[in-house]
């Protein structure tokens, strides 16, 4: 992902701002939400969009105990990079890069018996030890290890290779289905399941360094989740994990990507005229349209023609007909601002513009998706990199 340090006003066709210091109290905010827990900075997929290794610096700065990544080449890119600590990756493979892993000291997280087999081969090889954490399905139906015969059997062989040296079972963890629906019932069901799963081990021997269960609206609506570690990805980015859970704000976050555009045309048309492919616009009247040079191929999304909001000159403008691959149309209703004038897609919203969450509604989606999937072709420009005072 590149990365520039320009300001904001350098003559870039799109920028997504990140402000890291925006991203530092978010860590603080969150660490105030679970007191009693330690916390994992999630920043696979690049940090959510937003860059992961100045994301990970940030969030070590103001106090991350722990970095998470989906899968190992993100957590190895990252130690690589420098980032001391732990740091643990779940979504492995066969074949994966095991020996790397321990060799980097990663945290890695094992649901089943081919895992453990490759983990400890690797581990004998290395001559050392593998961190292992062992994921329980409790409920989510998606990775992670049965409750029963395949728990039971799992956490044996685990025993076993710590007992032989070659694996320490650092972490017992899962993951929620629908955190973000509180009173679900799934998740009184989850945490009750957990807390069995998490008893069998530890009666049979496992010590774990840490139990861990909570995502982001865990961690910000509850606090019976928290155990020894949060695992927080979204509201790291101030982005709240559902609008029905309330806003950033209501959890003392703030977004911490503003993604803007200079103009590239600006231009008077008749009334009658047809916008963009399959002229899904017709301009009511004589009117300007402004060019947005974005589109598809940086992550806006398609399903967002005809209704994505963008800020220009203070007031707020929707896509004119269809998304293109590389930009999209606003109707600026006559205003005629110069080419090269701003247009902010999405922000913190204190300048008035839109955010990731009213994109997420335009598109039918979620704001996970609207940040995560800004393209490598919009340069990130990172602010407030300094420590705060
Ligand atoms: C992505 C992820 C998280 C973070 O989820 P958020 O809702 O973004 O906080 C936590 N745990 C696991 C296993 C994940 O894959």
Known sequence: MSERTAPRTAPLRARAEIDLAALRANVRALRAHAPGAALMAVVKSEAYGHGAVPCARAAVAAGADWLGTATPEEALALRAAGLPGRIMCWLWTPGGPWREAIE?????????????????????????????????DTGLGRGGCQPGDDWAELVREALRAEAEGLLRVTGLWSHLACADEPGHPSIAAQLGLFQEMVAYAEERGVRPEVRHIANSPATLTLPESHFDLVRTGISLYGISPSPELGTPADFGLRPVMTLSASLALVKRVPGGHGVSYGHGYVTPGETTLGLVPLGYADGIPRHASSAGPVLVEGKWRTIA?????????????????????????????????????????????IAYEIVTRIGTRVPRVYVNEEQDG
């Open 321 to 365: 007909g269809r998304v293109a691959m590389d930009q999209f149309v606003v109707d600026l209703g006559g205003d005629e601002p110069e080419a090269g004038a701003e247009a902010v897609l999405f922000g913190p919203g204190d300048r008035g513009e839109p955010t990731a969450e009213d994109w997420a509604q335009a598109a039918g989606t």
């Open 104 to 136: 980097a000291d990663l945290d890695v997280s094992v649901s089943a018996m081919w895992a453990l087999g490759e983990v400890t081969e690797a581990a004998r090889l290395a001559g050392r030890p593998a961190r292992v954490q062992l994921k329980a």
